[in-house]
């Protein structure tokens, strides 16, 4: 008898059905055999398999065991095909009846003692069973909660093989998974922009950035709360919208992070420099999410930017332009997406006191050269807010006023962004800094002073391209909707100039002039008008 079963298998973050086929055959030596591109984590399941079922009390058959994996053009890389193999022999063999799993999509990985642990992707194997019209799906209780916040689907799950056997041998209801709902604990209270002191220009920029999604390179001297700020920028920014949810749920899900159900913070990544391009971007054989998909609808936070390997920097181009990640193999492509907000730090030179008037810069001519050429021209066109964090006096580090919480900032952020999204609905963008070609000619109407402008400084400032031309006016974009206007005036291109007046590392004396307008009178707990 040939017993099938409805299983799946991840691409990318994303699962398709495999056809799990399985008979069974008198022969003289008993064996088990995998066909259908199985890998090795598949093959040595007939261990596992075993194993589980002489401790469930129903050993594995002295015959001919073959089971197919189908489509067969397809590399099959999970353990999760253990529970459907297992039970799929036991229907190959007449204890149980195969009615009773019919429209279920089954996964699980088999402990040698018939536990069933967590699996990865089973948010995607959820949304699966959804999409292809099937009733449930069955699947390790550690990952039901997981499976459980797609609607329209019955979730079972157990922690033994052993409970969903005896449930199909007495007909009873296959096990419902008990669990509770786990919410992360709200961010710690000692994580706030108020804890900030002086600094307005970083803030401020930071908030702009938030705003309308922009990327950010903080440069200064060592030690003076660059990654202080970077750290806080997940308290600015909104709450995870459900389908932002789902959307960065299923990456996490795909390296198995997602352990507690939908991820509802948004995300925070900072890898260290000597991360490898493939671990940043994505990768391996199957390709599996990097950093940056791990950033997805959060925050990447790179800080020493120049100490990064010069090709995997250069490796950010593809997501920061287009979003996503695209990963290329002899088998296929597989793309993942890539929506974050870059915010990276970095020295003005290699010893780091460039232009600070604490101690005398020691690095010479070439050392600067060098340092400057670690991040291409390229790249640095993708950032568009590039400020200069100066130091504090003792005095202003020593000032026990609070600066502005963190909560004012999010209010601000939060009206902004809504502004963005109802004009923008139409455009497939949700801010900003995804603005379209067709998008920006609709939304971006610059006033005739603001034109004039913009051309006297294509004029003067001759290394602006047409992407960074365009940037800027995006840029100007989220400025004119901070201070409520609907049209891009002259003093919304002038700020977002001076945003980009840093170039980069591309500075003797760095320096940032921001508009006063801008700023409280107080210039330490300096904010957005």
């Known amino acids: 008898m040939i017993a099938t079963l409805h299983s799946c298998a991840l691409l990318g973050i994303d699962a398709y059905r495999v056809l799990v086929e399985v008979v069974t055959a008198p022969g003289q030596l008993p064996s088990y055999n995998v066909v259908g591109l199985a890998a090795a984590s598949v093959r040595e399941g007939a261990a596992r398999i075993r194993s589980a079922l002489e401790h469930a009390g129903h050993p594995l058959p002295r015959k001919k065991v073959t089971v197919n994996l189908a ?5 099959k890389d999970s353990a999760a095909f253990d529970l459907p193999i297992a039970l799929a022999v036991l229907i190959a063999e007449g204890v149980l009846e195969p009615d009773r799993l019919a429209g279920l999509l089954l996964l699980g990985e088999l402990g040698l003692d018939g536990s069933l642990r967590p699996v990865r992707g089973a948010l995607a194997a959820s949304l699966l069973a959804r999409q292809v019209g099937m009733r449930g799906i069955v699947l390790p209780a550690a990952s039901a909660a997981e499976a459980s916040e797609v609607e329209g689907i019955e979730v079972f799950g157990a922690d033994h093989i052993g409970d969903i ?8 209801e296959l096990p419902r998974p008990t669990f509770s709902t786990y919410e992360r604990a709200a961010q710690a209270p000692h994580i706030d922009m108020s804890d900030v002191r002086g600094q307005p220009a970083a803030r401020i920029a930071l908030e702009v950035a938030v705003a309308g ?21 997940p308290t600015i920014l909104p709450p995870l919208e459900r389908d932002e949810s789902i959307e960065t749920t299923k990456v996490y899900s795909a390296v198995g992070l997602a352990q507690h159900g939908l991820v509802h913070e948004r995300p925070f990544r900072s890898p260290h420099h000597t991360i490898s391009k493939s671990a940043l971007v994505g990768g391996s054989s199957p390709p599996r999410p990097g950093e940056v998909s791990l950033a997805h609808n959060g925050v990447l936070f790179l800080d020493e930017l120049p100490e ?5 920097v250069e490796a950010l181009r593809q997501p920061l332009e287009d979003r996503e990640v695209s990963i290329g193999r002899a088998t296929g492509s597989v793309t993942f997406p890539a929506s974050f907000l870059l915010a990276a730090s970095a020295n003005p030179c290699p010893c780091g006191w460039l232009g600070s008037d604490q101690k005398v810069c020691t690095c010479s001519a070439g050392a600067l050269e060098r340092y400057r050429h670690k991040l291409s021209g390229p790249l640095l066109d993708r950032v568009d807010i590039q400020v200069f964090v100066p130091h504090l006096s003792i005095k202003q580090m020593r000032d026990s006023t609070a600066g502005e919480a963190s909560d004012l900032v999010r209010e601000r952020v939060v009206r902004v962004r809504e502004v963005q999204r109802q004009r923008l609905q139409g455009f497939g963008a949700r801010l900003n800094a995804e603005m379209s070609p067709r998008a920006m000619r609709a939304t971006c109407v610059l006033t005739d002073r603001a034109e004039r402008e913009l051309e006297r400084l294509c004029r003067v400032r001759v290394a602006l391209s047409g992407r960074g ?16 206007a609907e049209k891009i005036d002259m003093d919304a291109i002038r700020e977002a100039a001076g945003y980009r007046a840093l170039d980069g590392l591309h500075v003797r004396s760095p320096t940032l002039r921001l508009p006063l307008a801008r700023m409280t009178s107080d210039p330490a707990t300096a904010t957005l008008s």
């Open 213 to 233: 999604g922009h990327n950010l390179l903080m440069v200064g001297a060592p030690g003076i709360g660059k990654t202080m700020l970077a750290r806080r920028i």
């Open 71 to 75: 489509p067969a053009d397809r590399r």
């Open 469 to 484: 031309i365009d940037r800027l006016i995006k840029l100007a974009r989220t400025l004119a909707d901070l201070d409520g």
């Open 308 to 312: 990064f390997g010069r090709s995997t």
């Open 165 to 172: 056997i005896r449930s199909l041998l007495a007909d009873v």
